[in-house]
């Protein structure tokens, strides 16, 4: 399903690009003579087609998402850093504190995925394509975090916090940042 999303999806990019950076200056060029050439229409019906295509998958996606109730998996940092939102590490004692840590990355989605995105906001649901782009945003800026802080010799980070922004249509900007500490074996 999510092969046929994705050809769609670049059917659809395709074809708007064809129309808006040839076809519209093929028009302008040729005003006199009304006949549509074969290569413009093609880009029209790849556009409107790959707009099909990702509305028709987005739906069966959401259907059998409804009926299986599965979630996106998560990923987890193999570091030997341990991360806390808290101030306190149970049963050990902080022995010293390294400083601020912090990593931050900016990240975009793809027109294609923008495009069934707009489509899931017309049907309703979550929508996967930004919480896929978060998930990975979040991952990167936490392994930017932890590496800073091996750099520094530290066991651990404590009171992580996340910050997000928008910075423009669909790109966000992720900010992880913590206190990187030594502890006590």
Not at 134 to 143: E, F, K, P, S, V
Request: net charge neutral.
């Amino acid at each position: 399903m999510k092969v046929l999303r994705l050809m769609g999806s670049l059917a659809f990019v395709l074809g708007l690009f064809t129309a808006i950076f040839a076809g519209i200056p093929w028009s302008v060029i040729t005003a006199d003579n009304p006949v549509v050439p074969w290569w413009l229409r093609l880009a029209v019906f790849c556009l409107l087609g790959g707009i099909l295509l990702v509305l028709l998958t987005v739906a069966l996606e959401q259907r059998k998402n409804r009926t299986s109730g599965k979630d996106l998996p998560t990923a987890e940092s193999l570091s030997r850093i341990l991360l806390l939102n808290s101030e306190n590490i149970p049963d050990r004692e902080i022995t010293g504190i390294l400083g601020l840590v912090k990593g931050h990355t900016i990240f975009a989605i793809w027109l294609g995925n923008d495009l069934s995105a707009l489509v899931r906001l017309v049907l309703g649901g979550e929508l996967i394509e930004y919480t896929e782009m978060m998930g990975r945003a979040r991952q990167i800026a936490t392994d930017r975090m932890i590496a800073q802080a091996e750099e520094l010799g530290a066991d651990a980070i404590i009171n992580v916090r996340y910050m997000t922004t928008s910075v423009i249509g669909s790109a966000a900007e992720l900010l992880a940042y913590g206190t990187a500490v030594k502890i006590s074996k």
